[in-house]
């Protein structure tokens, strides 16, 4: 199939099924068109189409993607931003798992949750010590999770536990999709700096998960992050982490739009403020824009490990900005002071993308690492067993 | 001047750490920004008890004739422990206002209360903009005293027995007495994210009110100098607490097999952060010396701690979220409070952009 062919094609189905002025499907529910995305190949163009795709090229993988981008529907390009499913395909996993899950996961029917992080392993989540023991068919789970955003409503969590404690920390860990209803987990709320309680506690006590729900090898959990982590940062450089009270969905407001109301628009410092931060995302968007382009062309691209670096100065920047030129009125919150309420869940929730999914520090080192090949920082347990490790001995 | 001497001033503030850190802890912090007055009747009686409510009022008054300094100091520790309550808004604001008039019968009538503290008072400064600028006053007072308009962000006036209001008479300003309950006077309770503080908006329909006479715009001015100058210590003190709190953190807590304060990023972080805490403290103690000694420096030095305070908190408390990780993403973790508790401060008084300003002013008329 032609170049332009594939855009027809994908035109067409849109016309068809999407009703790009009111942002909806043009019959059934929003369920039945991702069922159609999904049946039509777009969901994952880019995987072959006995794997639910179509087989495309990267270039032609993104004349899909622009077509639903300018037709704001959604569904297309989870090749690329779909954590969960991207991690099963990349990785040999039981065939019939993966067929029996991959069609709810790219059709939005299963909801996810990552079950990485433990008190004693963030930045360093190679230290985890949740523990998974093989059991004939299935392993069993001990051990506790913290800050798992989405766990009440998760239907699955993509588990990282340790399956061999006799070898350095990055080697002993496995990769589970762990079913989430089951009597062996408890989970418990945390309460957030932004007064919602999305994560939680996750607590694992002889909960168990089929063999064939492993991903990758044992032992080669850590390289299964990897992709899913380069996947969740490439989402949260994009801005997925930015979000209005309430919300789940991403929502950029205009920095122009709030002067204009707040009637600050004239002030020429609040001018100058306004284009700084408008230039961080704009240059941000630009960055993602060229490395698309280059990583179409065929050639990876390290400007894609910035930007969820960028993502971060970009939300910090803009609460401040939005502070400033809301001036006293941010003291407020509440209902009734719903731009002050905003503003500052917009201050507070900024720090959702400079800690979750790697903080800051941790993107700082990896992009002089791993992009510029820069020394590695000294890390004194990297090769020791974990069993003998500061994680383990404290 | 101050009639309180340096060891003196020292035993005071170390009374009063060891009152807030028996009294006023997270968690009793966080039981009191739970209740609908924000106010720890008891905890203010302690302070009261302590002369800390006199602080800036003449002894003929019952106060302990104390100065800026004084007051600085006590609110550093204030700041540290994010007290709640109407210190600032009674024992600084409405007692320098009232002290500084030339009115007898209202120096009798209302300073021996604020100082025991049995009289709670506060100060209706600024109108909806919330700029504290001469212009941005919503009230006005027509010849007979009666008051029309708003009033924006009051602190504590929730709890306020007294209520001390700024308003535009003519091309003047002058200071009037209401009763917060009396008729004519509504107080809207405004909900601010720092659920520690207590703002209203007061609105003034036809309210009939009692001047206190010899204040004018000027003393309008050294009030709120006073003012922002132990908000200045009060920001000082608490950038510095949640500092420590931030420091023993990364001092402790363990990954990649050694304490995350190993690592530069961290160390050039708490680095850069101290600088914050210790230019704050400085500017603030600076800024009240000058005020207390009425020196000629006083504008360059209060503006300065004005905005060089405020943002310094700010960052310190923003900073040590980050250098906290996750942990300090928990409402239960105090850093957040801090945040909070920078955020409303940086607006009280005059935003930094607004100090900016004055403080070129004063360097270009000092020059
Ligand atoms: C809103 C939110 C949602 C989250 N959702 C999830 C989720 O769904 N699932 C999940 O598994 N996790 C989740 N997390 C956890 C997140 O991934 C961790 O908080 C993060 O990786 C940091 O780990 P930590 O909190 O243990 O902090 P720590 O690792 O203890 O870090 C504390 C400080 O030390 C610094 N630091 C650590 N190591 C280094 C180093 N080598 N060099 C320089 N500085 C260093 C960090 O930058 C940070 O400033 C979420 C976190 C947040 C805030």
């Not at chain 2, 104390?66 to 007051?71: A, E, L, P």
Request: net charge negative; charged share 25%.
């Amino acid at each position: 199939m032609s170049r332009t062919d594939i855009k027809t094609e994908v035109e067409a189905f849109l016309t068809t099924h999407w009703d790009s002025e009111a942002r909806r499907p043009r019959e059934g529910t929003s369920r039945d068109f991702a069922q159609k995305v999904f049946e039509a190949g777009w969901a994952v163009a880019s995987w072959p189409r006995e794997w639910f795709g179509r087989g495309l090229d990267k270039d032609d993988s993104k004349i899909v993607a622009a077509a639903f981008r300018k037709a704001r529907a959604p569904g297309a390009g989870q090749d690329r931003t779909n954590i969960a499913a991207a991690s099963l395909m990349n990785f040999a996993s039981d065939e019939s798992f993966k067929r029996e899950i991959l069609p709810q996961l790219l059709t939005g029917r299963l909801a996810i949750c990552l079950l990485y992080s433990e008190p004693g392993a963030g930045s360093d989540l190679a230290s985890i010590r949740t523990r998974a023991e093989r059991n004939g068919d299935v392993y069993v789970i001990n051990g506790q999770k913290v800050w798992t955003s989405g766990a009440r409503t998760a239907d699955y969590g993509l588990l990282l536990a340790r399956t061999d404690w006799d070898v350095p920390k990055h080697q002993g860990i496995s990769f589970f999709v762990l079913p989430m209803r089951q009597p062996g987990i408890d989970i418990r709320p945390i309460n957030q700096i932004t007064g919602d309680s999305h994560f939680n506690e996750v607590f694992l006590d002889n909960a168990t998960v089929p063999a064939k729900n492993r991903i990758g090898a044992e032992g080669e959990g850590w390289k299964v992050l990897q992709t899913a982590l380069a996947v969740e940062r490439l989402v949260m450089g994009e801005g997925a982490g930015e979000r209005r009270q309430g919300s789940s969905k991403n929502n950029v407001v205009s920095l122009i739009d709030i002067a204009r109301e707040a009637g600050q628009l004239q002030d020429p410092l609040i001018r100058q403020k306004i284009a700084q931060a408008t230039a961080y995302r704009q240059l941000n968007a630009l960055n993602i824009a060229r490395a698309k382009e280059e990583l179409a062309q065929g050639s990876s691209s390290p400007i894609m490990s910035l930007g969820k670096l960028a993502m971060s100065r970009i939300l910090h920047t803009d609460a401040a900005v939005m502070t400033q030129i809301l001036g006293a009125a941010s003291m407020l919150d509440g209902p009734e002071h719903e731009r002050a309420a905003d503003i500052n869940y917009r201050t507070a929730n900024a720090y959702m993308t400079s800690i979750g999914g790697g903080t800051d520090q941790i993107q700082r080192n990896i992009i002089s690492e791993r992009v510029l090949g820069l020394p590695r920082e000294v890390e004194l347990d990297r090769d020791v067993p974990f069993r003998t490790s500061r994680a383990v001995t404290g | 001047m101050t009639m309180i001497g340096m060891e003196e001033r020292a035993a005071i503030r170390e009374g009063f750490a060891r009152l807030l850190s028996d009294k006023a802890d997270d968690a009793a912090l966080r039981r009191i920004m739970a209740t609908e007055s924000g106010h720890d009747a008891e905890l203010w009686k302690a302070i009261g008890d302590m002369g800390l409510t006199g602080l800036l009022i003449d002894p003929a008054y019952g106060g302990v004739g104390g100065s800026i300094v004084d007051v600085e100091a006590i609110m550093e520790e204030a700041g540290a422990a994010l007290l709640a309550g109407p210190l600032l808004s009674s024992a600084v604001m409405a007692a320098a206002l009232i002290s500084d008039s030339t009115d007898a019968a209202a120096k009798a009538r209302l300073l021996p209360g604020i100082a025991s503290g049995e009289t709670i008072a506060t100060v209706a400064v600024t109108g909806d903009k919330g700029l504290w600028t001469r212009d941005d006053i919503g009230v006005s007072a027509d010849r007979n005293g009666v008051l029309q308009g708003a009033a924006n962000y009051v602190l504590a006036a929730n709890v306020a027995d007294v209520l001390l209001v700024i308003a535009k008479t003519g091309d003047e300003l002058a200071v009037y007495e209401v009763d917060p309950k009396a008729n004519g006077i509504s107080l809207q309770a405004l909900k601010s994210w720092d659920s520690t503080i207590r703002l209203s908006r007061v609105v003034f329909d036809a309210a009939p009110a009692t001047r206190i006479a010899g204040l004018d715009g000027a003393a309008v001015e050294r009030m709120l100098d006073l003012a922002r100058v132990a908000l200045a210590g009060e920001q000082a003190g608490a950038s510095r607490r949640i500092f420590d709190i931030t420091v023993e953190y990364v001092r402790t807590r363990v990954q990649f097999g050694r304490p995350i304060g190993g690592f530069q990023a961290m160390k050039h972080m708490a680095a850069d952060l101290l600088i914050e805490v210790e230019s704050a403290t400085s500017a603030a103690r600076a800024a009240a010396q000058a005020l207390a000694a009425g020196s000629t420096e006083a504008p360059v030095l209060v503006s300065l701690a004005a905005f060089a305070c405020a943002d310094a908190f700010h960052q310190v408390a923003a900073t040590s979220i980050q250098m906290h990780g996750g942990i300090a993403f928990t409402w239960e973790h105090s850093a957040h409070l801090y945040l909070r508790r920078a955020r409303v401060d940086a607006q009280l008084f005059g935003a930094s952009d607004y100090h900016r300003e004055r403080y070129v002013s004063a360097l270009e008329k000092a020059a």
